[in-house]
Nanobody
Framework: QVRLVESGGGLVQAGGSLRLSCAAS????????MGWYRQAPGKQRELVAR???????NYADSLKGRFTISRDNAKNTVYLQMDSLKPEDTAVYYC????????????????WGQGTQVTVSS
């Protein structure tokens, strides 16, 4: 069993930065691909970024250059650094994990966090 707990969300002005953290319990964290998703009001959930157990990263094309995903396996934590934030980045951000990375791509990972709200004011 894996439990994921996000933190670091909040209110920030446009152009600002936030760093989200996702603390994971469970011994399989170090071998599991991880991902960050977001869902804005009235919109479908989208995959923001994912990272393999070895640190290989992939990003949504629209977010490349502004968001950075990383992981610290010693701390069982994955991060999402968000820079140059825009009002359209406002959403609930979710951390997710699945031993099969294709499930992250499909949007159907097995383990989910509870989400953290990010609000970007103009």
């Amino acid at each position: 069993q894996v439990r994921l707990v996000e933190s670091g969300g909040g209110l920030v002005q446009a152009g600002g930065s936030l760093r989200l953290s996702c603390a994971a319990s469970g011994s399989i964290f170090s071998i599991s691909p991880m991902g960050w998703y977001r869902q804005a009001p009235g919109k479908q959930r989208e995959l923001v970024a994912r990272i393999s157990s070895g640190g290989n990263t992939n990003y949504a094309d629209s977010l490349k250059g502004r968001f950075t995903i990383s992981r610290d396996n010693a701390k069982n934590t994955v991060y999402l650094q968000m820079d140059s934030l825009k009002p359209e980045d406002t959403a609930v951000y979710y951390c997710a994990s699945d031993p099969d990375s294709t499930n992250l791509v499909r949007g159907t990972p097995y383990f989910w966090g509870q989400g953290t709200q990010v609000t970007v004011s103009s």
